[in-house]
């Protein structure tokens, strides 16, 4: 059987036995989804191609150590080091990525914080409001880290509260708790903080 056939199981096992090809074939089929997960965080494309070398040579060090026991959850796995190494770059930094937008069909840029404000209207909520995201952001810097994390996340990453689980290393009922109080909490924030929203 070719080695492309096996799982990613498989191939940490042939990699860890000496076949340094091994692991290029894993990097193969996982470097887009990992570099985008970085990407859509940092923004900054040097930044990410550091952030994901630096994944790949932690990967590289605990494999060589054997100390990889994953249980064939191998994405997951890697995800959660350029998860760590991201949250490490934040923190040296001291400065939290800005909130993402998207642009609608009208060119107006959408907030995807938006429904936390409680309307409906969103195209003309946030066409109303060019300081929603100002004000959005800088009550993100005020969550409790692992709130800002699920938040980020979720949001940033795009990642289901089921792979937040995994990533997090916490049960699906503590990442929905998690971005449920972050909700509630950014509400209580903008309006303690008296930072408009309409």
Known sequence: MSILKLNDNEIVSIYCKGNENALEILLNRHKRKIFSSIYVIVKDNELANDLFQ?????????????????????????????????????????KMPPVPVYTNDKGEEICIFSNISGHNN?????????????????????????????????????????????????????????????????KKILTEKKLELI
């Open 54 to 94: 630096e994944t790949f040579f932690k990967v590289i060090v605990t494999l060589k150590k054997g100390q990889y026991n994953e249980e064939g959850k191998f994405l997951p796995w890697v995800l959660r080091i350029a998860r760590n190494l991201i949250i490490d770059h934040f923190r040296k930094i001291k």
């Open 122 to 186: 969103t195209d003309e909520f946030l066409g109303e409001n060019i300081a929603l995201k100002n004000n959005l952001r800088k009550a993100i810097k005020e969550l409790p880290f692992d709130q800002k994390e699920v938040v980020i996340m979720r949001m940033y990453y795009d990642l289901s509260f089921k792979e937040i689980a995994e990533i997090t290393n916490v049960s699906i009922n503590t990442s929905l708790g998690r971005m449920r109080y972050a909700l509630l909490n950014l």
